[in-house]
Every structure is written in structure tokens, then in C-alpha cells.
């Protein structure tokens, strides 16, 4: 977390405030800072799928919104992309939401009816797909249905998080921690007022709600406030080039090693943090991506590497979280459980 992240949680526990109170002026002041119509923050990004989700099978529907998650009579098909099912599109469920797979325009149209209830749309899906972002949001707002977009990895740079609202998108939701570095139990919901009203209304303080166990605390509301405060001062060029640097230089070590291919990426349609792609021959290296990250957490010391699902099953290293000298530990490591598991 930023330090002054830090400090303003630690201001918010030692005073007092009505906490429905801190929400509206914290929520007020986050659509000003990052030009959405309305915002509130969730209990993480997850919370907001669960919230958002819920606010737009029910509409404000205050005898429907006392039925979830039983959904007799209410809206509850979700249309998603074929390929932007993952790991967390549970969250689209536990509201209630049965999830409708599609992939053209052609299916969109046939899947729509009584039951749709909103159509959800996951940013940095590397798979491509048989319809662009710019059709689909149209399709949802020809036919008058909520659009919610996932983007809880896409900072930084922060500048993602305006240019994701200006596609239309009537709810994006963000990560707390993460890029924003702010609290990692909380998150950002955006959007569309009268839909940030009623996922209000699903949460918490309120007592029969919902998500009333996803619960927010005064520091975590300060706390996300002054991340973002915090992001739109930072200078992202300069924490690029550091990245860049220590990426670099895993790769440079990396490439000494026989049997190794080692390539420096920088994405393009995701937070722009450059990263290490390593393959190996596996005639040469007795060990998979997936047990090379095993390894790698539960050795000594843990390194945590990107999600194998979120890398197409290979080995990412980023230089997010490391500080100098850590790059030469990473690689090191990588480099003793290759040896470990060579041909002989």
C-alpha cells in the first residue's frame, strides 16, 4: 500500500463517523476524481460482481431484492463471451445469475429475452474473440440491458480506469489493492447512478441486505480514497522504467541458461507492466510450468508468480512487488530448481 494509504487508515480507526456518511461524501469525491456519474467502494472486486450483479437482476426492486438469492420472478440470466468464462464468474452466480454462454452477435441476439438481467464483459481476456468490445456494449444498450465490465487488473496506468468508462459500460468494477495499492479488502464499483444506488442497497450497513456480510470499513472507504488520490499524482512513466529495468535484468540472467527461452513482454490492452515469458525444453527440464510455480511458493524464500491461468499456462515474472536486489533472487531460484530437475 502506499504509505499515505497507510496513514489515513490509521487516522479513520482513531475517530468516529456515521459510516452511510463516509460513504457518500468518499463515493462522491471518487466519481469527481475519475469522471463516472456515480461510486461507491466494496468489500474488494469480487464483492462489487456480487453487488453489481445483484442490483441489476433487481432494479431497485425492494420485494425482489429480500428474495435473493432465490430468483422466482426475477431477471437473472447473465450473458457472458464463451472465452471470458474464469475463475471468478462464481461471483456472477451467488446473487442468484444463471450464466448464458455466447460468442457473435447472432448468439447475443437469440440469448436476450424477459430474463436478461445484464451482460458482463471481462477486460484483458488475451483469447480472441468472435465480436469487439465496441458491438457488444452497443448490443446491450440496444436492447436496453446493463453492461458490467471486470477490470480489476488494468491499473495502472491509472488512465485505464477513464478510458474504460468512456466505452460505455454502464458498471466497471476495480481491485483496492493490486496497481491501486490501496487496501486489498476493499475494491471500486463505478457507473451508472441508479445502479450504484441499488448495489448500495444490497450491502452493507443495511440490515436485511444482501451482501450484508461484505462489510467496509471507515479506514478501508479513507483508504481507497487516498490510493486513487495517491495514483493520480504518481508518476507511472517512472515506476515503468523501473519495472522495465528489473525485468530486464531477469532476462538477461535468464538467457544464459541452456534450453531456455526467455522473452520480455510488454502488453498492449492491460496494465502495462512488463514481464519475463520462460520456456523451457522439456527433453532437458524434467518440470512443468505448473510445479516450476509449486516450487517456487512453497521454497525458501516463497516467490509468488503470476497466475498460470491468467499467463496461458506459462511462467510470467513481473517486477511489481520487487525491490533491488530481488530480481537476482528470483532468477537464482528459477535458475536452482531448472538444475535440480535436468536430464541426466
Known amino acids: 500500500m502506499w504509505p499515505e494509504v497507510i496513514e489515513a487508515m490509521d487516522y479513520a480507526i482513531k475517530h468516529k463517523i456515521r459510516v ?16 463516472a456519474e456515480s461510486a461507491m467502494v466494496s468489500a474488494g472486486a469480487t464483492s462489487a460482481i456480487m453487488l453489481g450483479t445483484a ?14 438469492p432465490n430468483t422466482d420472478g426475477v431477471p437473472n440470466e447473465v450473458i ?3 472465452n471470458h468464462r474464469y475463475l471468478y464468474d462464481r461471483s456472477i452466480k451467488a446473487p442468484g445469475a444463471r450464466l448464458v454462454e455466447v460468442e457473435t452477435e447472432e448468439d447475443i441476439r437469440a440469448a436476450i429475452n424477459n430474463k436478461t438481467a445484464m451482460m458482463f464483459y471481462l477486460l484483458n481476456r488475451p483469447q480472441e474473440q468472435k465480436i469487439e468490445l465496441g458491438e457488444y456494449i452497443a448490443l446491450a444498450q ?6 458490467f465490465c471486470d477490470a480489476a487488473t488494468t491499473v495502472p496506468p491509472i488512465s485505464n480506469i477513464f478510458n474504460t468508462l468512456n ?16 487496501p486489498y479488502s476493499a475494491g471500486l464499483l463505478l457507473g451508472r447512478a ?5 448495489a448500495r442497497l444490497h450491502g452493507s450497513p443495511n440490515h436485511r441486505a444482501y451482501g450484508r456480510s461484505m462489510k467496509v470499513a471507515p479506514e478501508e472507504y479513507l483508504g481507497m480514497l487516498v490510493a486513487v488520490e495517491t495514483s493520480l499524482r504518481f508518476d507511472e512513466d517512472a515506476e515503468y522504467e523501473r519495472q522495465r529495468n ?5 532476462a538477461h540472467r535468464l538467457k544464459q541458461v541452456p534450453g531456455l527461452i526467455v522473452e520480455t513482454k510488454i502488453p498492449a490492452a492491460e496494465a502495462r507492466e512488463p514481464y519475463v515469458e520462460v520456456r523451457w525444453d522439456s527433453d532437458l527440464y524434467k518440470i512443468t510450468p505448473a510445479e516450476m510455480k509449486k516450487e517456487l511458493r512453497e521454497g525458501f524464500p516463497s516467490i509468488e508468480v503470476r497466475a498460470l491461468f491468467l499467463s496461458d499456462g506459462e511462467l510470467h515474472l ?6 533491488p536486489g530481488e530480481p537476482e533472487v528470483v532468477t537464482n531460484r528459477v535458475i536452482e530448481i531448472l538444475e535440480n530437475n535436468a536430464s541426466h
Open 246 to 250: 528489473a525485468v530486464d535484468t531477469m
Open 318 to 323: 513481473t517486477a511489481v512487488m520487487l525491490k
Open 142 to 147: 440496444e436492447f436496453n440491458i446493463p453492461s
Open 194 to 198: 441508479d445502479l450504484i444506488s441499488f
Open 20 to 35: 452511510s456518511e463516509l460513504h457518500d461524501a468518499v463515493g462522491k469525491r471518487l466519481a469527481k476524481l475519475l469522471g
Open 55 to 68: 442490483a441489476c437482476m433487481t432494479m431497485g426492486d425492494k420485494v425482489n431484492m429480500e428474495r435473493l
Open 167 to 182: 466505452t460505455g459500460f454502464d458498471l466497471v468494477c476495480y481491485s483496492g489493492g493490486k496497481g491501486l495499492r490501496g
Open 80 to 82: 457472458i463471451l464463451k
